[in-house]
């Protein structure tokens, strides 16, 4: 993994004090617990923004959350049908 460096991180002293517990407890770097804990974030954020993008469109195309299941069904056989 190609690692970058942060020039200067200030984090709250009760914050980094529990990341250091974290690691120690886990065997584990303060950089490799920061590094998954901003994956995490990224990650959620992304499906933030998924979920967001998806409620728009059905919004836009009148469905309900009710449709969903059966379109994903239908869409499903049409693949295994191979359309």
């Known amino acids: ?4 460096q942060v020039e200067n991180l200030s984090l709250p002293n009760g914050l980094q004090t529990e990341i250091e517990k974290v690691a120690r407890a886990q065997e584990r770097t303060v950089n490799e617990v920061l590094a998954e804990a901003v994956d995490c974030y990224l990650r959620e954020k992304q499906w933030q923004s998924l979920k967001a993008y998806g409620r728009r469109k059905a919004r836009e ?19 295994a049908q191979g359309r």
């Open 1 to 4: 993994m190609a690692t970058g």
């Open 61 to 79: 195309r009148g469905l309900k959350e009710s449709d969903v299941l059966p379109l994903i069904a239908e869409s499903r056989r049409e693949r």
